[in-house]
């Protein structure tokens, strides 16, 4: 069955080949000193539409397996790791198996079919130019975050995964991070659990009610309004 995205994905504009590479996350003693602030993001539907890339592995998946997998239902709830989405679809004993699985299959697969999302790259880069440094911290596995990365060209300053919800914290404290910018409310506990803001953004499976419930201290509609909103951050915006 084919995919039918709930919303349009991006211009495909968004997802072109580039050779950027990402350089290995520097340790807290060797991060360079900022004149702003260090800014995590997620990845999947925060700078990423990964709902097309996931949504073909999925499928894939199911075809080499042969398990039922309803793909359309996979890439609505995106955010948590995908032990917990594969433990949908196999017995707890092939959970491990079948993930190491999809994640051989996932670079040939998803990669190129991933577009940014609208703003993405404006919104790092915003953060740069303010003198900050962006940072991506996600759930997925941190081979194929950094894959989507160099794909499309983005430029964070480091990349993070393999992290959900309060385990972010980890990741955002070493970095110095004082924002994080996710679309899920595991994102919102991330950025709490490191006493940072949290900028959420409607661009997942959470709504905007949703994420202000659980905590976020910004909401914005998307990326697109990253820009502006940095521009009048201040520390002392911590709620």
């Known amino acids: 069955m084919a995919y039918m995205a709930s919303a349009p994905f991006p211009a495909a504009a968004a997802a072109t080949t580039a050779t950027a590479s990402v350089s290995p996350s520097p340790s807290p003693s060797t991060s360079p000193s900022t004149s702003g602030p260090t800014v995590g993001f997620d990845l999947d539907m925060t700078l990423i539409d990964s709902r097309p890339g996931i949504h073909a592995c999925y499928l894939a998946l199911a075809e080499r397996t042969g398990a039922y997998i309803d793909a359309d239902l996979a890439v609505s709830r995106l955010g948590p790791p995908l032990v917990e989405e594969i433990a949908h679809w196999f017995p707890a004993e092939d959970v491990a198996a079948m993930a190491d699985l999809y994640r051989s299959m996932y670079p040939a697969i998803a990669i190129a079919a991933t577009p940014a999302m609208d703003g993405a790259r404006e919104a790092i880069a915003a953060v740069q130019a303010a003198g900050g440094r962006a940072i991506v ?103």
Do not use: M, N
């Open 137 to 239: 911290v996600t759930a997925k596995y941190e081979p194929s975050a950094k894959l989507h990365i160099e794909h499309l060209g983005l430029a964070p300053d480091a990349v993070i995964g393999d992290l959900w919800a309060e385990q972010k914290a980890e990741a955002l404290r070493e970095h110095g991070a004082s924002v994080y910018v996710g679309d899920h409310i595991g994102d919102v506990r991330g950025a709490r659990a490191a006493e940072a803001l949290s900028v959420a953004v409607a661009t997942g499976p959470c709504s905007a009610a949703e994420l202000t419930a659980a905590g976020a201290d910004v909401v914005l509609a998307g990326l697109g309004e990253f820009p502006a909103w940095l521009a009048g951050y201040r520390p002392a915006d911590r709620a």
